[in-house]
T-cell receptor
């Protein structure tokens, strides 16, 4: 079945440095790739998403890149801040009302002072 | 808009007891789903519904029942609680199953003793 692999499971970066989280997917028909952030004790919330007709999307310090040929996509956070500490989930689905969304297992990001 | 409202926030059950986790959304979303979140396991889909009167099993359905009598409500029933069901449960809704943002409830931390 469809699968989304996410790496690393834990990531520690110095405040101000960049963080990169990578995901690969198995369903070549997937064309919608959202990223969710879950702060400690809170619910997951969408922070950015990308559709397969674009290779990169940016929103302030956050960017997502997509390589459809290799079936992988990545989340990039620049100039990391303490409030970026959280668990991040990638996901993949088709742009179809009936297709399931598959989540990765999550990456716990620690921002070190 | 309240978004997705999930109750209770915390619950302790004894083995063998039954209970219902409530989930309601006021965004007129077609798609609703239940996930459980365990350390290192990410978000695992329990059951989902693509509309009133329609439900289906996800990845880990055993021990849980759902129903969807209205667009707004999607309760999750634990039939006979077991310690393995100790977890954090999230309800989510979205316009469609695939390709749209998922809105999560606040979560229920369930402990079965």
């Amino acid at each position: 079945g469809e699968n989304v692999e996410q790496h690393p499971s834990t990531l520690s970066v110095q405040e101000g440095d960049s963080a990169v989280i990578k995901c690969t997917y198995s369903d070549s028909a997937s064309n919608y790739f959202p990223w969710y952030k879950q702060e400690l004790g809170k619910r997951p919330q969408l922070i950015i998403d990308i559709r397969s007709n674009v290779g990169e999307k940016k929103d302030q310090r956050i960017a997502v890149t997509l390589n459809k040929t290799a079936k992988h996509f990545s989340l990039h956070i620049t100039e990391t801040q303490p409030e970026d500490s959280a668990v991040y989930f990638c996901a993949a689905s088709r742009l179809s009302r009936d297709d399931k969304i598959i989540f990765g297992k999550g990456t716990r990001l620690h921002i070190l002072p | 808009n309240a978004g997705v409202t999930q109750t209770p926030k915390f619950q302790v059950l004894k083995t063998g007891q039954s209970m219902t986790l409530q989930c309601a959304q006021d965004m007129n979303h077609e798609y609703m789903s239940w996930y459980r979140q365990d350390p290192g396991m990410g978000l695992r889909l329990i059951h989902y519904s693509v509309g009133a009167g329609i439900t289906d099993q996800g990845e880990v359905p055993n021990g849980y029942n759902v129903s969807r009598s209205t667009t707004e409500d999607f309760p999750l029933r634990l039939l006979s609680a077991a310690p393995s069901q100790t977890s954090v449960y999230f309800c989510a809704s979205s316009y469609f199953q695939g390709g749209t943002e998922a809105f999560f409830g606040q979560g229920t931390r369930l402990t079965v003793v």
